[in-house]
């Protein structure tokens, strides 16, 4: 490991004046499950800025009907051990329980699994499907980006100089609703997905049609996925087999992975349609028993 400065901002304001000081020799330091991992295998950093004395990246709040608001610094233990937002959020609870052990659950943020921009990374599929978006500060003020379009390539996102992801915000369940998250790893547990998905679906009255849905896949592109077009076909219909085989053959054809270590090209096409098909079900399944 090289040697690094460790800043401590206690205010947003000193924290982006750090980061656009240094630029790319600046890390942000939020859970550090990622970072010091990379620090480790000898990533150089000129400066690494701990974000968890500043307030606001440590709130985390949930309204019915504001939705839910988490900090940059929430460790992902604090929000599902919420039973609030464990029940209001299950598919994001799905993901969170999923990054790492127990252990590193109690450091990892869902801020940093987005900001280090895995193809794989399992909570931000859980995002996409649940319509979050990014509360982003930088030199330049404040803006808000989607985190379906957040992340640009492997390791890569719209932050820029100076910039950095001061809280994530969930729009608040809708009635009928329901979300799920799953994945496929070659072990049993703490692994990397070699495909996920996770589905968002809001269901009529009667819950036997769609009104709305969000599909969204992971580790079979360059970036995690928005299945928008399965979303389109969803609404309005009635729920069956068919149009959920259907919605799923769609991530199928977007998908455009690679071959590596942990699986083939052919394995993770074939998987997104598996795990596509099967976080809609789940969440329908649990649409209903809402």
Avoid: W
């Avoid at 020799?25 to 150089?44: F, M, P």
């Avoid at 987005?114 to 979050?132: E, H, K, R, T, Y």
């Avoid at 329901?178 to 692994?191: A, K, S």
């Amino acid at each position: 490991m090289y040697d690094f400065e460790y800043a401590t901002p206690t205010t947003v304001d000193e924290a982006v004046s750090i980061l656009a000081e240094n630029g790319e020799d600046a890390r942000i330091l939020a859970g550090g499950t990622d970072i010091i991992a990379q620090l480790k295998e000898n990533r150089r950093v000129k400066v690494l800025v701990d974000v968890k004395k500043i307030q606001e990246t440590t709130a985390l709040s949930y309204h019915s009907a504001a939705g839910l608001s988490v900090g940059a610094a929430v460790p992902c233990c604090e929000a599902y051990e919420t039973e609030e937002i464990a029940a209001a959020y299950p598919g994001l609870t799905d993901a969170m329980t999923l990054i790492g052990s127990i252990q590193i659950q109690s450091r990892a943020t869902i801020t940093g699994n987005l900001c280090n921009s895995s193809p794989a990374a399992d909570s931000i599929p859980a995002m996409i499907a649940l319509g979050a978006v990014a509360k982003i500060v930088g030199p330049n003020g404040e803006r808000e980006v989607a985190v379906d379009s957040f992340c640009t390539g492997p390791g890569q996102n719209v932050l820029e100089n100076g910039e950095f992801v001061l809280s994530v915000h969930f729009p608040a369940p809708a009635a009928n609703s329901g979300g799920f998250f799953l994945r496929f790893i070659p072990r049993n547990e703490m692994d990397i997905a070699v495909a996920n998905a996770a589905a968002y679906v809001v269901l009529n009255d009667a819950k036997t049609h769609f009104e709305s849905a969000r599909l969204a896949v992971g580790a079979v592109a360059p970036t995690p996925l928005l299945i928008e077009e399965a979303g389109s076909l969803l609404a309005g219909k009635e729920i069956d087999d068919d149009i959920i085989q259907q919605a799923a053959d769609l991530a199928k054809g977007q998908a455009n992975p690679i071959t590596d270590m942990r699986g083939t090209v052919e394995q993770r096409i074939h998987l997104a349609g598996v795990l596509s098909k099967r976080a809609i079900n789940g969440a329908v399944q649990r649409a209903k028993e809402s």
